[in-house]
């Protein structure tokens, strides 16, 4: 946690580790401060730097609000690309402007943390029968998403490839017209920056063999598409902030892309436009 003070420099900070304390539910962090107007932020997951990395030095007194950004720690390829082919570890974000004012005493204020990072599970079923098999694809994920202001902002810095950390195959048992039939699936699964409702991250799949197209769609396109009626006053952004976790299962059939529908966190959606 980071306290800035009303000229928006940094006047302290805390930092835990204390897993036990954190998972209690009524965790809190004692501040005493002066009347005046106070940011706080929180990044939280950054422990050694594995996944995100802090790019101020955090100095009492220097450093300012607008230089507390957040960067993720990709690799590069031969190309000189940016990859991430690891679970990021989890990464979340809070803010809040408070007031303290001439009347001593205890007050208590909530900081709402927001979760940055999202497990997206890309499942294949084959529907001819046939069996499929995970190594034979490609499975990417491009996004511009790694780089994030004090507030939470995405920065647009360079597009990230992200490359899932787990595969596998297997097959699923499904009742058609009254008869079992064994589905031969594929699963990638991938752990992704934050995602924007104006910048889709670009999932595409790929012959491994061949190098031929499979498949391409917009993931947070899609996502939105069962966002449904209950949550038609939230915003796309605030919907899209709202889950860390999207499982979407694609169909095949010997080989080729079955895009009139697809299924999302067990929501099954029928396009109508499949250029979307």
Do not use: C
């Not at 996944?51 to 990709?74: N, W, Y």
């Not at 927001?114 to 694809?137: P, Y």
């Not at 038609?232 to 059939?253: A, I, N, P, V, W």
């Amino acid at each position: 946690l980071y306290v800035f003070d009303q000229n928006d420099r940094l006047l302290e900070q805390h930092i835990t580790s204390d897993k036990e304390a954190l998972s209690s539910g009524n965790f809190e962090i004692a501040l005493e401060l002066e009347p005046q107007r106070y940011t706080l932020l929180a990044w939280a997951g950054l422990d050694n730097e594995e996944s995100f990395k802090l790019l101020a030095d955090a100095e009492i007194g220097v450093t300012t609000l607008q230089q507390m950004q957040v960067k993720m720690q990709v690799d590069y390829n031969e190309a000189g690309e940016a990859v991430v082919t690891d679970d990021l570890k989890p990464l979340f974000h809070g803010t809040k402007e408070i007031v303290v004012g001439e009347k001593p005493g205890t007050y208590t204020e909530t900081l709402s943390l927001m979760k940055n990072t999202n497990v997206v599970r890309v499942l294949l079923h084959e529907l001819s029968g046939t069996e499929i098999s995970a190594d034979k694809f490609i499975f990417e994920i491009k996004a511009d998403n790694g780089f994030y202001n004090w507030d939470n902002a995405i920065i647009r810095d360079q597009m990230i490839t992200y490359s899932p950390w787990h595969v596998s195959t297997g097959t699923a048992d499904v009742e058609q017209s009254r008869a079992a039939t064994t589905i031969s699936v594929a699963l990638a699964e991938h752990t992704i920056g934050r995602m924007s409702a104006s910048s889709s991250p670009i999932l595409t799949v790929k012959s491994r063999e061949t190098g031929e197209l499979v498949l391409s769609i917009p993931i947070a396109d899609y996502a939105l598409l069962i966002k449904g009626n209950y949550r038609k006053d939230m915003g796309d952004q605030e919907y899209l902030d709202r889950q860390d976790e999207y499982s979407m299962t694609l169909f095949l059939d010997e080989g080729e892309w079955v895009s009139s529908y697809i299924v999302i966190n067990s929501w099954r959606v029928v396009l109508n436009d499949t250029n979307l």
